[in-house]
């Protein structure tokens, strides 16, 4: 029996409603799990409804020049991820992982994958926000590389707040 483990990156279909059903279902599993013990029931709700929403996503795809892509490990649904071009530098905007799938290379695979668009688009920089609090994904993106560059706290409407840290590798 063979343990090669296939991770595939495969880019979302903006015009595929399943493509974005799936990916909102996806959002919504995970970001439940992942950021319960991190923010309020509420503050999950409201960011999924503002950011990872059918229309929401719809519209940072089509609008706002995001890429989104799924990752696919052994065939099966584990995560997916985003990431716009701004300036120079590439914004690792989304990457959430299926608590079941975590630890098997994912992150690692994604950020290779990402290195190769820096290469072929002279970009010098990956960055990302993260939750200060969020201290499992600071973990993995100190292990990957990243480092943290600063602070970040915004107002992002309802009372809610995102308190994050800054992290970039350099290309």
């Known amino acids: 029996m063979s343990s090669d483990k296939i991770i595939e990156i ?4 903006p015009l595929s409603d399943s493509d974005l059903t799936l990916l909102c279902d996806m959002a919504a599993k995970i970001w439940s799990e992942h950021y319960n013990d991190i923010l ?7 960011m999924i409804d503002k950011y990872q929403s059918y229309n929401a996503i719809k519209k940072q ?16 649904y584990a995560g997916y991820f985003s990431i716009h071009i701004e300036d ?15 630890k098997k290379g994912l992150s690692s695979a994604v950020l290779k994958f990402l290195k ?12 990302l926000t993260v939750n200060r ?4 994904s600071i973990s ?7 480092y943290k560059e600063k602070e ?20």
């Not at 495969?10 to 279909?13: Q, V």
């Not at 609090?133 to 499992?136: L, P, V, Y």
């Not at 993995?140 to 990243?146: E, I, R, T």
């Open 10 to 13: 495969i880019p979302i279909n």
């Open 40 to 46: 309020s029931h509420e503050q999950i709700k409201y």
């Open 61 to 76: 795809i089509i609008s706002d020049n995001y890429q989104y892509f799924f990752i696919k490990y052994n065939d099966n």
């Open 88 to 102: 120079n530098t590439l914004f690792l905007s989304k990457l959430y992982v299926n608590k079941d799938y975590r």
């Open 116 to 127: 190769a668009i820096c290469t072929k688009n002279n970009l010098t920089k990956i960055w």
């Open 133 to 136: 609090n969020n201290t499992d």
């Open 140 to 146: 993995v993106y100190k292990h990957l590389g990243f």
């Open 152 to 171: 970040s706290v915004s107002d992002i409407g309802s009372g809610f707040v995102m308190d994050d840290f800054i992290m970039a590798i350099n290309i």
